[in-house]
């Protein structure tokens, strides 16, 4: 029904008089007030905003048929609104190429230096770096903090956001001393802005904490993991997205360091809930972690 839906309010956008234009950039300013990243990233939400999401499309085709100049900001804000949903599905190959339309209408219309392009190749480059492609991720991200730091500052807020997805590219790749390095500066950069529970500065611990484990830091990393899993549970709930996966981090810190007592504590308090889900309902990292967890499980029944 949706896929007609959409179809139908094409044509009918095009059938218009010259007002189109002003009422499509009218339906596009009213989509995005429902269709915020924070909805497209809730499983909660997702019938809703898939259903926003083929009407965006929709939108799309009648405005990059009008005045390319004119509508591009909106253009590219939808794309990226498409792309935050798709990725928070799993689904990297639909967001891949929304971020990189995004991309590309950006810097043709914008510029270089626009915040929208510089929001659209940090999309583009996490996409990349779900997908294995680090080098391509990386030179993205190392493009957008320069001109992040140029133009804001070290201490502004996207700059810490740029500084934080380049270190755990970096991370992903293996180069764990300039990842540390730049996951040190952002956590302190936070913790002095926002205060140490502000989700933000948890995510920073975290994201160390991992980097950490990676080298073989195991006490450090336990310990600060410990600090984000109880924080974030206190914060935000024991369901929510970022719980599971600093539950799940914790989890994989331990199996290393061979505490099977804490992990299956864990495990219990944190991460078998999502095994009564459909993983449907459930986003991209809560779908891998469910699936990790009912490997653990299988393989700790045939030990």
Known sequence: MFGMIHRVLADFLRSQSGETGEETQLLSETLQTIMTPEACRDPNQWALMIACGLHGEALLMVLQDLAPKQHSPTVVRLRLLLGILHSAQGLYGRAR????EAVFYARTNLGEEHPDTLTSMNNLASTLSHQGEYAGAVALQRTVLERRQRILGEEHPSTLTSMNNLALTLSDQGEYAGAV?????????????????HPDTLTAMGILALTLFRQGEYVEARTLQISVLERTQRILGEEHPSTSLSAWNYLNLLLQTGDTETTLDILRKYLLWLLERDPSTLGGHQQRIRAGVAK????AEGS
């Open 181 to 197: 390095a730049l996951q040190r500066l952002v956590l302190d950069l936070r913790q002095r802005q926002l205060g140490v529970d």
């Open 296 to 299: 653990f499980l299988e393989s």
């Open 97 to 100: 190429e929304q971020e990189e």
